[in-house]
């Protein structure tokens, strides 16, 4: 048990004492705080039909609850998702295979560690609810019981669940995690389709506070008449000034074991996964019989030797240019990834060929993009990754050959890709669009190189860089990044004041990395 809690803390406090958790905490924070909207505000976050409810104390805390249940789990997988990696990364994991610890402590104490992060993630939104309640009450008392019961019922089963699902899939397909992203992606989508089961089948929590209250506002309207439930952050042409009073949930005994049932499943797949833990043994053993029996089938044959004529061999030309690094770093970036992603680009260019323009711009772009977040996340951090930046910061001139070169092949990439839907805008003779979208390529590919020189990793810009997506996919106009929802001159000088900045930024955080070492 000692040793397990030892874990617990070793894994907890290296995360939290990270650059990256830091950043990660500010960005949660800055979330939380537009989950109620203010007065005036042309979005909600939970809404049924033309309805929201008053600023009390049950609704700002079971709003915050249901929405941190859905969207903390979402983007936690991605902030957790690598903690038995991390690991092996650093040694860490072979020295604790070498100890009598099993399987299954070793795997709870990875869960443990998981949970505890995103339990201050959680912690951190309770706080800002509590905030926000003072900050756009109106007038009701402040009652603490409805956002300890909220958060205790919603979230927190929730992220249990996601911790020990993190772990398992991390241990079922050990190194390959794009197939554990996009796993989880396809279970997230599942686990959201499942409202129609009831409450029995909603892992987030989410389903009884929403009946309870579509019951009141079916008593505001004509009996039998459905309201639309919208959970997510919708863009309204107006105010939603229809408003109802919503005070709180009477827990009933199938709801509460209902949400009792999604944590023991966590700790069924932790207790699975003890069962398939390769406990730090990757080498391929195949590969491995292959190798001894080459080698001694080649011990059994007679090799001879002979000379080498140097004078054949071509005459070796150095190039101090930009060309033959921005040819490597784009050969690269094409050749990363499995091959079929390259069909769902190919399908992406095509429909930005074919749906209509406006459709092609605001969701077809912002998602093909999207789909490239493994090529552009390490794009200036990978030689860190493969333990190579000595070597590489050592060339002539890193920062304007190396890191424009990684400039350009993530540009070009993504102007390449949105070709299509450029050739339409230049056929039509509309410029505009064509320069947000090359803005929009600088911006993404400026903000994988900030964050990567800055954090030294790439999961930040893959969380960050999905929330963008999603916003950009549901119509939020202040994440717009490649000009699809705003089309005004005066934004695109805006985006571009951010672009210049972030480039800039990056170029100066790099040069003082290299004066360091």
């Known amino acids: 048990m000692k040793r397990t809690i030892t ?273 730090f043994e990757l080498s391929d053993k195949s590969s491995l019989s292959k190798t001894n029996s080459a080698i001694q089938s080649n011990d059994l044959q007679t090799f001879e030797f002979q000379e080498m004529d140097i004078s054949s061999m071509p005459i070796l030309e150095k190039s101090l240019g930009i060309g033959p690094v921005f040819k490597a770093e784009f050969l690269m970036l094409l050749r990363k990834g499995k091959k079929w992603l390259w069909a769902l680009n190919l399908i992406g260019a095509v429909l930005l060929a074919m749906t209509p323009i406006d459709v092609a711009h605001k969701y077809i772009l912002p998602v093909l993009w999207f789909l490239q977040v493994h090529r552009w996340a390490d794009i200036v951090s990978k030689e860190k990754a493969s333990q190579m930046h000595y070597f590489v910061y050592s060339s002539f001139r890193p920062v304007q050959r190396l890191l424009t070169a990684q400039y350009c092949a993530g540009i070009s990439l993504a102007l390449l890709l949105a070709s299509p839907l450029i050739v339409r805008y230049l056929l039509l003779g509309q410029w505009l669009p064509v320069l947000a979208i090359l803005c929009g390529a600088v911006f993404i590919i400026g903000l994988s190189a900030f964050i990567g020189i800055a954090t030294g990793g790439k999961r930040l810009f893959e969380i960050l860089f999905f929330f963008i997506a999603y916003l950009v996919v549901n119509g939020m106009p202040y994440v717009d990044y490649l000009g699809a929802l705003n089309t005004s001159v005066m934004y695109l000088f805006v985006l571009s004041g951010l672009t210049i900045a972030l480039v800039g930024f990056s170029f100066l955080l790099r040069k003082m990395e290299l004066r360091r070492m």
């Open 7 to 279: 874990l617990v803390e070793y894994d907890y406090l290296q995360r939290v004492r990270s650059y990256k958790f830091l950043i990660i905490l500010c960005s949660s924070l800055s979330f939380a705080f537009l989950l109620i909207p203010a007065t005036g505000s042309n979005y909600s976050t939970v809404s049924i039909g033309e309805y929201v409810g008053h600023n009390n104390s049950a609704w700002v805390a079971y709003v915050t609850a249901m929405m941190s249940s859905i969207f903390i789990s979402l983007f936690g997988y991605y902030i957790i998702n690598n903690s038995i990696l991390t690991d092996q990364n650093t040694k860490m994991g072979q020295l604790v295979a070498a100890t009598d610890i099993t399987n299954f402590q070793y795997l709870i104490a990875k869960f443990l560690g998981n949970f505890l992060i995103l339990f201050t993630t959680i912690i951190c939104t309770f706080l800002v609810a509590v905030v926000l309640f003072f900050m756009r009450g109106t007038g009701y008392p402040f009652e603490i019981s409805h956002f300890l019961i909220a958060y205790l019922l919603i979230p927190i089963p929730t992220i249990v669940l996601i911790s020990s699902l993190a772990i398992f899939l991390e241990v079922i397909f050990k190194r390959k995690s794009v197939l554990q992203n996009t796993v989880f992606f396809i279970l997230f989508g599942i686990m959201l389709t499942q409202g129609w089961m009831g409450v029995n089948g909603d892992a987030f929590g989410t389903q009884y506070p929403i009946q309870e209250m579509e019951r009141i506002v079916e008593e505001l309207n004509t009996p039998g008449e459905k309201q639309n439930i919208n959970i997510g952050f919708v863009i309204r042409q107006r105010t939603l000034e229809k408003r109802f009073e919503f005070s709180g949930i009477t827990i009933t005994a199938p709801y509460l074991l209902s949400r009792l049932l999604w944590p023991l499943l966590g700790f069924i797949l932790v207790y699975l996964a003890s069962k398939f833990f390769h406990r």
